[in-house]
């Protein structure tokens, strides 16, 4: 953040030939500067890139108000909250004003009083670009008020007369005049609420209990909402979608890439989780939203995948700090604890009523097996199956520490494949050569090469 300007009344702000410009064309000329300089707009979004973010970018250069539809945690909210970077960094405001107007362009009766007695001295204040976002969740005991206002019964009391325009008090939307003003879960808000934004959208201004008050507002407005077939909870209705001026769809991730580097971005990570641990998490999420066993109209939430890859370093920590490792380091054994307490962010079909566990280890194996093929194809595992047909078991475990689950690894001779297993995945650590030989294990075990017996806190391959 630079410091803000140090201009301090309107007189000086025309001498500086500040020129003010409507939200949506600051929006639209800070977009094309950064798509001429060839700077990301959108940082911190993955997979949009050729289908959500060119809509989106033509809807603002148009000067649209755009509502995002897409499943749950698909990344709406935050592509709002993104669009923030697209203001101006500082813009001048009328200093106390309510409603945060522009000193060349008061619009309420006590900013143009003042702006009449005060010409050039009219003092000026600086708002920084994130204080002209605001942000509303749409519950279903949301009030006209709280979103366009209300009379001020404290105003009315001091003495002034209902009929006085300076006893409103200003809901969000007015408020928001010069911003953003994004308004989660549209479809939750009462339809005579939504009424009530019509004239926002539309004509620009607001109309309060019959007052003859019409302010010219400059707000662009955003929302989100999940598809109505899924939420039943309410509609959008058809006179303010028809508003809306872009509608547009958000999905999740296509490519697996994408997926991970939401985890890797999103995710509070207290302990090392490997990055064939990462790839297996976007796998299984990504299975689960292929699985005919979950409810798709739901979706599953990218948020799965992020809980899933805390709650294994969560694990991993856990282990380190109560046996006394040195590092904590997430191994494929974790995962099963993340699958305890994940089932219940996904939403199966009511067929699968009691299968729930059943559908969530399968396709977490189903995963696995397709991390094994990627990173270990080629490499000959024929002496360490051999050597576990032979009598030797290898003992892990949420409990068992790294250093521990290496000295009991079957001495293979000359080989080089353990070495050659760490290498294929960037093992460089105790804790980290431990999950990627446990990681060729299972893929073993998957493969039916090797049995395994799961005992409590202690998983034996034999």
């Known amino acids: ?56 970018e033509r809807a603002l250069i148009a000067g649209h108000d755009v509502v995002l539809l897409g499943e749950r945690g ?8 993104t669009m923030v970077g697209l203001l101006d960094e500082w813009t001048p405001v009328i200093a106390g004003s309510e409603l945060g107007e522009h000193p060349f362009e008061p619009i309420t009766h006590v900013s143009r009083r003042r702006a009449a007695e005060l010409g050039d001295e009219l003092p000026v204040e600086w708002r920084h670009r994130d204080e002209r976002y605001a942000e509303k969740l749409a519950t279903p005991d949301t009030s006209v008020a709280d979103l366009i206002g209300d009379v ?25 005049h010069r911003g953003i003003v994004a308004i989660n879960e549209l479809p939750d808000l009462a339809e005579r609420i939504q009424v009530a934004m019509l004239n926002v959208m539309e004509e620009r201004d607001i109309q309060i209990r019959g007052y003859v008050l019409r302010l010219p507002l400059d707000v662009l407005v955003v929302a989100s909402a999940n598809p109505e077939d899924y939420t039943n909870r309410g509609r959008i209705i058809t006179p303010l979608k028809d508003r ?30 490997p990055d064939h641990l990462v790839e297996i998490l976007a796998r299984f999420t990504r299975n689960l939203r292929e699985s005919t066993a979950v409810d798709q109209r739901s979706g599953v939430s990218a948020r799965f995948a992020i809980a899933g890859a805390e709650t294994i370093a969560a694990a991993a920590i856990h282990r380190a700090t ?27 079909e009511s067929g699968e009523e009691g299968r729930e566990a059943e559908v969530l280890t399968h396709l977490l194996r189903t995963a696995t097996a397709e991390t094994v093929r990627t990173h270990l194809r080629g490499l000959d595992m024929s002496l360490l199956v051999d050597a576990i047909e032979a009598g030797a078991m290898v003992t892990t475990g949420e409990r068992v520490t790294a250093r521990d689950f290496l000295s009991g690894l079957p001495v293979l001779g000359e080989s080089e494949l353990y070495d050659d297993i760490c290498d294929r995945l960037g093992a460089t650590n105790d804790g980290q050569r431990a999950g990627a030989i446990e990681l060729a294990l299972e893929g073993l075990y998957l493969a039916r090469k090797v049995g395994k017996d799961t005992d409590g806190a202690e998983t034996v391959y034999g």
């Open 244 to 273: 809306f001026g872009a509608e547009i769809r958000t999905h999740y991730p296509t490519a697996l890439e994408d997926e991970v580097a939401v985890i890797r971005q999103e995710a509070d990570l207290v302990a090392d989780v």
């Open 152 to 176: 001020d019964p404290m105003k009315v009391a001091e003495g002034r007369s209902l009929g006085d325009p300076e006893t409103i008090h200003f809901g969000l939307i007015p408020r928001s």
């Open 322 to 348: 109560s046996r006394g490792e040195d590092e904590a380091v997430a191994r494929v054994v974790d995962l099963e604890t993340a699958v305890e307490v994940l089932g219940g962010k996904v939403e199966f």
């Open 1 to 56: 953040m630079t410091s803000a300007p140090a201009i301090s009344t309107v007189g000086e702000l025309r001498a500086a030939g500040h020129v003010s410009k409507p939200v949506r064309v600051e929006i639209r000329d800070n977009l094309l500067a950064a798509l001429r300089e060839g700077r990301d707009p959108w940082p911190g979004l993955h997979g949009f890139e050729d289908t959500v973010v060119p809509q989106l």
């Open 74 to 81: 698909q990344g709406k909210t935050r592509l709002l909250r």
